[in-house]
């Protein structure tokens, strides 16, 4: 079975490595400590088909060490103690290497078991992950290690590789390739920043492509959009891009700005994620508008329930709608400020009795020094509202709610004010 491209151009020095400039630019701190040949413990952290393998594979061949590959994915703790046992070999006399990919797959058991190993430095461990390491690897590794982010490759870099993969297939196949105009620049823009997934398309678009009576292959823009056209989303409803996105998608809503608040419910869509693009939408109408305009809540709530009725993709349209609407109405997170504020006092004990007229009960007990209920009714005072207590003895001068400085609130709150002033005179 032949390998994927990607593997059988993979960069063989750090130059070769397309993106990571800011890791791997001359000057650096990685790219220092690579050539200094002295290799501490490292956690590689970032998306899939960036160079963080490429890179392990590249650092292996600068030491003497002997090189163990792991992936988390499928190995177990007797793999682990299979390479502890080479530490007292002639193969490991040296030191070990061992890149593990995929580290948040291990177990916590499985990480402490290279606990004292890459401790001692008779292990040196290069770990990737495409998860935030700070959740998912144990914290003693961690402690041991340094972690340096990997980046998606912007699309001007991708496309060099793009161009420097039909080459490779040229001279590999001994084959003339004609790539038409534009080809390369889709393919690069088309797979989010995965140097791997855009190779990998590359080689789609040459089997794609018969040769011609003289042999040409004609690789064509409309070939390339075929083959990439839904490889540009990076989307796991498990993982960080899924986190990043919805977290984008209502920030950009709460900050007013509809057309990033539009971009990232499209990239929800297109990734099938209805739920979350909904449920965002209805928190953020409640939370960040909120008193503000309080009627958008029953009409993105009629947006939602019309999107969920209607399913994809016409789902699209009422959550556009909605969407837009969210970014571009007055903000308050008032109501926000205020339970939380009230959900705090709780948690910390700060409650006591309800006060006795307001409780749900018309008799009192022979310890009860003053009897009866006396609750002042509202609705028999002008303006439906008479001076009472109605918060606990221990909190009676809380104040939760602080009116926020848009007109609805604002015309609460001065209506009010004035009706308390004339009862009070």
């Given at each position: 079975?032949?390998?994927?491209?990607?593997?059988?151009?993979?960069?063989q020095?750090?130059?070769?490595?397309?993106g990571q400039?800011h890791?791997?630019?001359?000057?650096?701190?990685?790219?220092?400590?690579i050539?200094s040949?002295?290799?501490?413990?490292?956690i590689f952290?970032?998306?899939?088909?960036v160079?963080?393998?490429?890179?392990?594979?590249?650092i292996?061949?600068?030491?003497?060490m002997?090189l163990h590959?792991?992936?988390g994915?499928?190995a177990?703790?007797?793999?682990?103690?299979a390479?502890v046992?080479?530490l007292d070999?002639l193969?490991?006399?040296?030191?070990i290497?061992?890149?593990?990919?995929?580290i948040?797959?291990f177990?916590?058991k499985?990480q402490?078991?290279?606990l004292?190993?890459i401790?001692n430095?008779?292990?040196?461990l290069?770990?990737?992950?495409?998860?935030?390491?700070?959740?998912y690897?144990?914290?003693?590794?961690?402690?041991?290690?340094?972690?340096f982010e990997?980046?998606?490759?912007?699309?001007?870099e991708v496309?060099?590789?793009?161009?420097r993969?039909?080459?490779f297939?040229?001279s590999?196949?001994d084959?003339?390739?004609m790539?038409?105009?534009?080809?390369?620049?889709h393919?690069?823009?088309s797979c989010?920043?995965?140097v791997?997934?855009?190779?990998?398309?590359?080689?789609?678009?040459v089997l794609?492509?018969?040769?011609?009576?003289e042999?040409?292959r004609?690789?064509?823009?409309?070939?390339?959009?075929q083959?990439?056209?839904?490889?540009?989303m990076r989307?796991d409803?498990?993982?960080d891009?899924?986190?990043d996105i919805?977290s984008?998608y209502?920030?950009s809503?709460?900050?007013?700005?509809?057309?990033?608040?539009i971009?990232?419910?499209?990239r929800l869509l297109e990734?099938?994620?209805?739920?979350?693009a909904?449920r965002?939408?209805m928190v953020c109408?409640?939370e960040?508008?909120?008193?503000?305009?309080p009627q958008?809540?029953?009409?993105?709530?009629?947006?939602?329930?019309?999107?969920?009725?209607?399913?994809?993709p016409?789902?699209s349209l009422?959550?556009?709608?909605?969407?837009?609407?969210?970014a571009?109405?007055?903000?308050?997170?008032?109501?926000?400020?205020a339970?939380?504020a009230a959900?705090?006092?709780?948690?910390?004990?700060k409650?006591?009795?309800v006060?006795?007229?307001?409780?749900?009960?018309?008799?009192?007990?022979?310890?009860?020094?003053v009897?009866?209920q006396h609750?002042?009714?509202?609705?028999s005072y002008?303006?439906?509202?008479v001076?009472?207590q109605?918060?606990?003895?221990?909190i009676?001068?809380?104040?939760?709610?602080?009116?926020?400085?848009?007109?609805n609130?604002?015309?609460f709150?001065?209506?009010?004010d004035?009706?308390k002033?004339?009862?009070?005179?």
């Amino acid at each position: 079975m032949t390998a994927p491209l990607a593997d059988r151009m993979r960069p063989q020095n750090l130059t070769d490595i397309v993106g990571q400039k800011h890791l791997l630019g001359q000057g650096k701190a990685l790219r220092n400590i690579i050539e200094s040949g002295k290799i501490p413990n490292l956690i590689f952290y970032g998306p899939s088909g960036v160079g963080k393998t490429t890179l392990a594979g590249i650092i292996a061949k600068r030491t003497d060490m002997r090189l163990h590959k792991l992936n988390g994915t499928t190995a177990s703790t007797a793999d682990i103690k299979a390479v502890v046992e080479e530490l007292d070999t002639l193969a490991g006399i040296n030191g070990i290497l061992l890149y593990l990919d995929e580290i948040q797959y291990f177990n916590k058991k499985q990480q402490q078991t290279l606990l004292e190993h890459i401790e001692n430095g008779r292990i040196t461990l290069i770990a990737s992950t495409t998860e935030n390491p700070y959740f998912y690897v144990y914290s003693a590794i961690l402690s041991r290690s340094t972690v340096f982010e990997f980046k998606s490759v912007e699309p001007e870099e991708v496309e060099q590789a793009v161009r420097r993969g039909f080459q490779f297939l040229e001279s590999e196949q001994d084959t003339p390739l004609m790539v038409e105009e534009g080809v390369a620049a889709h393919i690069a823009l088309s797979c989010g920043g995965d140097v791997r997934k855009a190779l990998n398309a590359v080689e789609l678009c040459v089997l794609a492509s018969p040769p011609d009576d003289e042999g040409t292959r004609h690789v064509t823009l409309g070939t390339a959009r075929q083959l990439a056209q839904r490889s540009a989303m990076r989307y796991d409803k498990d993982g960080d891009e899924h986190y990043d996105i919805i977290s984008a998608y209502q920030k950009s809503m709460r900050g007013s700005d509809p057309d990033a608040a539009i971009h990232y419910l499209a990239r929800l869509l297109e990734a099938g994620d209805l739920p979350s693009a909904c449920r965002r939408l209805m928190v953020c109408a409640c939370e960040d508008v909120g008193l503000a305009y309080p009627q958008i809540i029953p009409i993105v709530k009629a947006a939602v329930d019309a999107a969920l009725q209607v399913g994809l993709p016409e789902a699209s349209l009422p959550l556009a709608d909605a969407v837009i609407l969210v970014a571009t109405a007055p903000k308050s997170n008032s109501g926000g400020e205020a339970i939380w504020a009230a959900l705090a006092d709780v948690r910390a004990g700060k409650t006591g009795p309800v006060p006795r007229q307001l409780q749900n009960k018309h008799y009192d007990g022979e310890d009860a020094t003053v009897k009866g209920q006396h609750y002042l009714y509202p609705h028999s005072y002008p303006n439906r509202w008479v001076e009472q207590q109605y918060l606990p003895d221990a909190i009676k001068e809380r104040v939760y709610y602080v009116p926020a400085d848009n007109k609805n609130e604002q015309a609460f709150k001065a209506y009010w004010d004035a009706v308390k002033k004339r009862r009070k005179g």
